[in-house]
């Protein structure tokens, strides 16, 4: 059993904000459809809710300080999350894939699966490197949003695009109307 070294609490661990970061990234790269950004979150972080349903398990064996142990193997032997954190896993993903006609659900499980092992294979470094990881896609996310802003917009500049993004920002979050799917809703 690999051990699982992010913080977690109830469940959701740290790993599972660097693996939203990882998906959005691709998909912006992919420059995918609403869709196929449904398909991407499913498969990119939607499986880790396995956790949840192994949380009351280890906490009733450990307690809740062992919650915010750096590893979730117990030493039990058993299982903390699924088989689709296994490459076992491709007997679900593979056909799910054939049969949507798209190769994403693959996609974005395979990236899944490599950042878990990248995580238990730097166990003691897991930290540093899962921050790395988190920052390089953060700035890949703000460089292609940069970059299409600024094709868009016809213009540049830090300034004007963060003034963009914050009118993006608040427009979504005060009820003021959906941003459009074209250039301006693509940052």
Known sequence: MHAHSSLCIGGLSTLSTTHLAAVILLGL??????????VAL???IGLDIDHLFAAPGYVARNGWGAILA??????SG??????MHYPVGAFVVMPLAVGWRLML????????????????ATLAYSAMVEG??????????F???????????????????LVHVKNQLKSLFDGSGRTSRGSAGRT
């Not at 750096?70 to 030493?75: A, K």
């Not at 390089?136 to 996310?141: E, F, L, T, Y």
């Not at 460089?143 to 695009?161: C, N, T």
């Open 29 to 38: 790269l992919l420059d995918l459809d609403w869709n196929e950004w449904f």
């Open 42 to 44: 499913l498969f990119g």
């Open 70 to 75: 750096p590893s979730w193997d117990d030493g």
């Open 78 to 83: 058993l299982a903390w999350r699924s088989l």
């Open 105 to 120: 659900p693959l996609l974005f499980w395979l990236s899944h699966l490599f950042m878990d092992y990248l995580q238990a």
């Open 132 to 141: 790395a990881f988190f920052a390089m896609a953060c700035s890949g996310i």
């Open 143 to 161: 460089a292609i949003g940069y970059y299409r802003w600024r094709a868009a917009a016809g213009s540049s500049g830090l300034v004007p695009f």
